[in-house]
């Protein structure tokens, strides 16, 4: 059997076809930490939701392009490579000449697959540049909301999340670890483009056997590995920063904060501490007061902030608590709560954000640049906030706040994703399906069958990566690798480089997107370049040649603790912040001055619309939880191994307590219908008792399959809202929503997201031979 090398976003590893063309997978020899989530691999390679040609739904082919009731429910009809090719371009052009460049949204948020050259998302953005621009998105699902507050906060928020301390530092130094939401041991083995070595798992285990205390907070215990020194408390969801205002009242009223710091590192504090002592709206922030919202005991909280003034801390705070309302105000809180420390910059001190979020972060591995595919600039200017995407549809020429500034939405008429899936990613998933019933055409190019791919019109079928060749490396990572071919691409799949091409020779712009070269030519030619601004800095880098038979090149190492807050520290004149003030703004005006009730001009306790007291919550009394799930990235190869062995009578697991389960009847085992107003999903319940009654937990990423407004596999999607965290941030809130559970004691619906829709292999012509078109 040849074996390869290859990568994914969960790690490297070889792969290869055995006699009976079964791929086996064995991770890389020198990761001390392979992931479980290569399991998923062998089983999606030839899986029965492969696409394995074009598809264009029923409906378009008919009737032309236009608003459709129908896309989503319609029939699929298989067509030959150039016949979908030239109806699409000729819709491409159409919508460009009738409605402009900016009625293309090709935002096309999403994770799509490790490799450099074959990301779908860049070469996307670059064929639509090359064919006048688009529609994009900013920002992220994952840290949407503290993208746009830490800048104004600290002045960035890259240097934040990729600067950040390393673990080697906290585990020598740090006394003790406050972590807002935990330290997620499942995420770390995910970073966008994979890492060879993952070291997180290693040193979370150096922290326990160093035995640093870690304060747990968290509604779930499984936030934090077994084997660490820690103190569960478990909070109600949501209420962080009401825990953080309190331990910051105590810090103030014991005088355990530290003025200095507060002086010459940060402005706005006075304000802050008005609003602690309640000078402002007559509610003093202290233990008490958050006992009542957060259901910890008040001498729990002044225990804990006495502990964290007398201890070298590390306060983190994971990007789970920013996805929901109100998300800045925990990031915001935690910084103010760690600079009253006034530890911060010091090793093992100060504050962190998302460790546990996602592999890279505390990382020690090299921070250096990768080849890359160049995307070229968009010269449309419009733009969405990424969790946008429904608003946009359904509200053409609506404005709204962002940032400081008022903006309008534009009219869309064309949307083109490819590698990401918004009907596992976004929020109210009834409400995205009545969206995207508006534009005139949706184009999705994707692998697989997803539930995005089922509500478009077009369907492109892409090659996986062990169907190409390409090079991939992470963020944080040792080693770029070599990703060779391992299969035949499934059935007429093509590599998005070949589906844009191809559409870009029909439109006129072949050579400006393709520059003439193929994959092979592409990526002989990004790494030449980046060799030689590597060699020009005297680095050793092996000829494109030798790294490709030797499958990878080990990546030079560099120290890994450059923090912004230690040279800050140092010298808060000469590395000053990029905040006005050029210090840490634990009151900042600019924000202030946006006059945002939702986001006022520092941290704030603001009650959840939907969380707390009120007739909604008891009718839905339960506190959902939808998290990263821990047998895949997202909703990727949910067809695989992993993911199928913890399902639950065929469906998702919902983790509930005890408690709560005999109160509803529920047995574990049983099918459970999971339910709001704006929608309901099917589960399998687990009973634990790792999660605080009242609190149960649903991860993302079972394939959505609705049936009416009931997803019958399991998507928490269908139930959460689809609101903003503010109008500052306008960032995704999916990471809580209120429910009620009951056990599902009428026979369970057929899933029928594990095979492909209904597809015909013909389709009519008109009378005089043509196909209809609008
Ligand atoms: P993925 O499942 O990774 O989810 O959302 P995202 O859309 O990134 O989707 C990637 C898609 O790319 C898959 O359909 C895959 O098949 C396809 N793909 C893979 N390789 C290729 C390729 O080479 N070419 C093409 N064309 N397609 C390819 C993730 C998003 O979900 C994120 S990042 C976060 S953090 C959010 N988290 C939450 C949350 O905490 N709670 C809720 N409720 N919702 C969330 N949604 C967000």
Redesign the pocket.
Known sequence: MDVTPSTS?WGAFSAGLDAEGRLRVNPHPSDPSPSPLLGNLPGSLRHPTRVAAPAIRRGWLERGPGPDQARGHDEFVEVEWDEALDLLAAELRRVRDAHGNEAIFGGS?????A?RF???QS??HRFLNAFGGFTSSRN????GTSAVLLPHVVGSADEVLRKASSWPTIVANTELLVAFGGVPEKNVFVTPGGVTRHHTPGFLGRLGERGVPVALISPLRADLPAGLHARWYPIRPATDTALMLALAHTLAAECLHDPDFLDRYCVGYDEFERYLFGAADGVVKDAEWASAITELPAADIVALARRMASSRTFITVT??LQ?IEHGEQPVWAAIALAAMLGQIGLPGGGFGHGYGSMGEIGDTGPDLRVPFLPRRANPVRQFIPVARIADLLLNPGEQYDYDGARRTYPDIRLVY??????F????DLNRLRSAFTRPDTVV?????W?A??RHADFV?P????LE?EDFGSGRRDTHLIAMHRVAEPYGRAR??YA?LSGLAERLGIGQRFTEGRTPRDWLEHLYGEWRQSLLSRGVEVPAFAEFWSAGEYRLPAQNADRTLFAEFRRDPVRHRLRTPSGKIEITSEHVRSFGYADCPGHPVWLEPREWLGGARATRFPLHLI???PST???????GGAVSQAGKVAGREAIRIHPADAAARGIAEGDLVRVFNERGACLAGALLTTDSRSGVVQL???AWFDPLGSLCVHGN??VL?ADVPSSRLSQG?T??H?LVEIERYAEKPPVLTIGSPPMITREHPPNPDGTHARG
């Open positions: 976003h948020y999403g994770w799509a697959s490799g074959h990301h779908a070469q996307l992220t699902y994952s840290t990007w789970s996805r994703w490819a590698g990401g899936n918004p596992h990613h976004h929020q999705v190019q994707d692998p697989f997803t995005t791919a492109l892409a090659t996986v990566p190409r590599d998005d589906i939808a998290n990263q895949r990235l997202h909703s990727q190869l949910d991860p993302t990423g928490p999607n959460t995704c999916g990471q929503v």
